[in-house]
């Protein structure tokens, strides 16, 4: 199994460890010439959205990434990532906003913390995982999921709530994180989304 690792700006690094030590083979998207190559899998990085959206634009990869995710390339996405698949961004009054995928039915709220408050750490359940923790870093959470499908017929699903928030969403073969499964021991998320790579693999193949 091949993932492409968006590397063109935050913390990419982290989740190639985390991927390779469960034994998929990862490379970097840095350019247009690196979605020539195959892969099964998007991974989506924390970081900082409105420079990650910025740079897919000026280099070209912007609406070839985004016709793969429609067509049901399975994704993971955390943070920064999780507001590039967002349908909707809800910002305060100057605060920019990055053009988005918009293949997720979601409206995610940017730097929904505050900006001192913004890191914190917790445990909490994700629904088809258990209980697992989760690394905040001036975190979006999730203001609604729409309930129409995607692209894909996809309804989106809520996966984890924190206080009262909603931090982890999935549609179809879109998962999206408002925190950093990355940065924690624990592997069951990551596990949890190979799981349905790999029966994406086997229904395309
Ligand atoms: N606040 C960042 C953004 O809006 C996301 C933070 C993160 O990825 N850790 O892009």
Do not use: W
Request: glycine share 10%.
């Amino acid at each position: 199994m091949t993932a492409a690792v968006l590397a063109l700006q935050g913390a990419f690094a982290e989740h190639e460890q985390v991927f390779r030590r469960l034994g998929v083979d990862c490379f970097e998207l840095r350019g247009p010439a690196d979605l020539d190559r195959p892969f099964d899998a998007l991974i989506l990085p924390g970081g900082e959205s409105t420079v990650q959206s910025k740079l897919l634009r000026e280099l070209g990869m912007f609406g070839r990434l985004q016709a793969m995710i429609r067509e049901g390339l399975p994704v993971f996405a955390t943070c920064a990532g999780m507001i590039l698949l967002a349908g909707q961004i809800e910002a305060d009054p100057g605060d920019k906003v990055p053009e988005t995928f918009g293949t997720l039915p979601m409206t995610v709220r940017r730097n929904a913390y505050g900006r001192q408050l913004g890191s914190f750490r917790t445990r909490a359940e994700v629904k088809g995982v258990g209980e697992v923790p989760m690394t905040f870093i001036r975190a979006p959470y999730v203001v609604s999921v729409g309930e129409t499908p995607s692209n894909t017929g996809d309804i989106p699903e809520i996966l984890a709530v924190v206080d009262g928030r909603i931090a982890a969403v999935r549609c179809g073969n879109q998962y999206a994180f408002a925190f950093h499964p990355e940065l924690d021991e624990d592997r069951r998320l990551q596990e949890y989304f190979l799981e349905s790579v790999a029966a994406h693999i086997a229904r395309t193949a």
